[in-house]
Structure formats: structure tokens, C-alpha cells
């Protein structure tokens, strides 16, 4: 089993506990919707008053496992194959970028009610990850790929439910009794 986990690279963990710090900041407001009687528990709670700084961390996380995999791969910065073939994670760092320039009380009071807007690109992102997860690790499966896979499915579909119990929330609302 040890030689089975050395031979998972380093930024293939780094890009584990980008995931599981990036999914951390989703869990706050999809538990609190999706299963309201924990809403008041204190790891929920813990989460949702630390969810700026495991953001960040998330994105310093997925700087390092970008930077493993582009020096693992010799990427080739002047041909356009390298960003199409790498276009969901691109798009994914891309957005973690815009996210943690803008996780400060700053941008929060600049931006009013534009960033809360702007940080709904966070489901983008998680889309995107389950693409990026299942595309790239496809065929190279190693310890941390059913756990990244099964991650990732499970909080997608979480955020799924979230939305189905909101919208079931505002059809009883808006349906004349």
C-alpha cells in the first residue's frame, strides 16, 4: 500500500486538498438547505464563519497543483493545443483567481450586491471541477481518484438538491391557496 501512495504525484495531492478545501466552502449553505436540521451545527457553523480563508486556501492549493502539473508535463505555453486541452481547469483556476481577489471586506463593500453575484461563479467552477476531475483522471487512476470523483459527484449533486428544494420552496409560494 505505501508504494501505491508514492506513486501518486504531489500535485495530484495538492489537488485533492484543493478539492476538499474548495468543497468545504460549498457545504455551509448546501447543508443548511438541503438538510435544515443540521443548520445550526457547530462544524456547519464553524465552516460558514471560516469559508473566506478555506476559499483562499483552496486557491492556493490549486496554484501549487497547477504549477506540479505544468512542470510534470513541459507545457508548451506558446501553443494553443496546450489551453485547449487544458480549458476546464484554466477556467476553473481562472475563477478561484477572481474569487479570492475579490474575498475581502473591500471588494464585499465596493461591489455591493455585484459580489454576491460574482461569487455564484463559484458553481461554475464546480461544474467545471467535475468535468476537469473525470476528464483528466480517466484511464489514470490512482488513490486520490475515486476519492476526488466521489467528492466532487457528491457535493454536485447536493448542490443539485439545494436547487430543487428551492425551487419546490418558491412554487409553494408563488402557487394561490
Known amino acids: 500500500m505505501r508504494l501505491y501512495l508514492e506513486s501518486v504525484p504531489l500535485g495530484n495531492h495538492l489537488g485533492l486538498l484543493a478539492l476538499v478545501a474548495y468543497i468545504a466552502t460549498l ?7 438541503v438538510f435544515p436540521s443540521f443548520k445550526a451545527h457547530d462544524v456547519v457553523r464553524w465552516l460558514l464563519k471560516q469559508r473566506r480563508a478555506i ?6 492549493l490549486a496554484m501549487g497543483h497547477a504549477y506540479f502539473v505544468i512542470r510534470k508535463r513541459n507545457f508548451d505555453f506558446f501553443d494553443f493545443n496546450t489551453y485547449r486541452a487544458s480549458s476546464e481547469g484554466l477556467a476553473t483556476l481562472i475563477i478561484f483567481t477572481i474569487l479570492t481577489i475579490t474575498s475581502n471586506d473591500w471588494s464585499i463593500k465596493r461591489l455591493k450586491r455585484n459580489w454576491k453575484r460574482l461569487h455564484t461563479l463559484t458553481y461554475a467552477a464546480m461544474f467545471l471541477l467535475t468535468w476537469h476531475i473525470l476528464n483528466k483522471m480517466s484511464g489514470q487512476w490512482t488513490l486520490v481518484t475515486p476519492i476526488a470523483a466521489i467528492g466532487i459527484i457528491s457535493i454536485t449533486s447536493l448542490f443539485l438538491m439545494r436547487k430543487g428544494a428551492e425551487f419546490q420552496k418558491a412554487l409553494a409560494k408563488s402557487s394561490p391557496n
Open 27 to 33: 457545504v455551509p449553505t448546501i447543508i443548511r438547505i
Open 55 to 60: 476559499g483562499i486556501l483552496a486557491f492556493v
